[in-house]
């Protein structure tokens, strides 16, 4: 009775995020009922606004670093792993080693975490978080999985239904945000493709799924744009 009750409530409060950022959020959803989807091609969410951000080794990163390459951008708590938003260990089996293992095929995609505080602030010494991945994350390699100081909420500032991820709030979200646990998938155009939550192996897989999805539908995108430049 207890998990019947528990799983009620969990069910009420995704419905409640599916109401607030629409079809995006919806996939949470239907994806955690355990139904499929057979998609052609990932919907368009908006931009990702424009951003700014320092590197560990004190790199400038905007939207333009990334021109051409697929992006997956997360926030990192400095309480992690033990209390952590997003589950790094989820991250690094299904993103980061893919990523590490195809350095051929996935060579143009990244993962892009922020360091934040409680409230969502910058931590300026990302020198802990880099040796917390280390730690946690077999063969680390800061130029896959890149650890960022900036401003986390310009990253979030995106729009969908009147809505705007940064300011989404509430009790049942971590440290009362709920961008602190979405993870963002960017193409190589900084087009917004897909929102998840990655605070479990479901949903972190699942987000696996869309990277692969969208990878596809740019090199099916690139065959036709060759195709019609050997036609003229």
Not at 42 to 51: C, M, R
Request: include cysteine; hydrophobic fraction near 35%.
């Amino acid at each position: 009775m207890a998990k019947k009750i528990k799983e009620a409530g969990r069910t009420k409060k995704l419905i409640m995020a599916s109401l607030v950022f629409g079809p995006a959020l919806i996939l949470i959803f239907v994806s955690t009922l355990k139904c499929e989807h057979k998609f052609t091609q990932l919907d368009y969410f908006g931009d990702i606004p424009s951003y700014q951000a320092t590197t560990i080794d004190g790199k400038t990163i905007t939207n333009e670093t990334f021109k051409g390459k697929v992006v997956m951008y997360t926030v990192l708590n400095e309480s992690c792993p033990k209390d952590c938003a997003i589950s790094i260990w989820d991250v690094n089996q299904q993103l980061f080693r893919k990523l590490k293992e195809n350095p051929g095929k996935l060579r143009n995609v990244k993962i892009v975490s922020f360091v934040v505080d409680k409230d969502g602030n910058p931590v300026e010494d990302l020198e802990n978080m880099r040796k917390i991945l280390e730690y946690n994350v077999l063969e680390y390699d800061p130029e896959i999985w890149i650890l960022a100081k900036g401003d986390a909420n310009n990253l979030y500032n995106i729009e969908h239904n009147k809505h705007n991820l940064s300011t989404i709030e509430g009790d049942e979200y971590f440290n009362g945000k709920a961008y602190y646990s979405l993870l963002l998938l960017a193409d190589q155009d900084n087009k917004l493709r897909m929102v998840l939550k990655g605070d479990s192996e479901s949903m972190v897989r699942k987000f696996h799924q869309y990277m692969t999805l969208l990878i596809k539908q740019n090199d099916k995108e690139r065959f036709k744009r060759m195709e019609a430049e050997d036609k003229k």
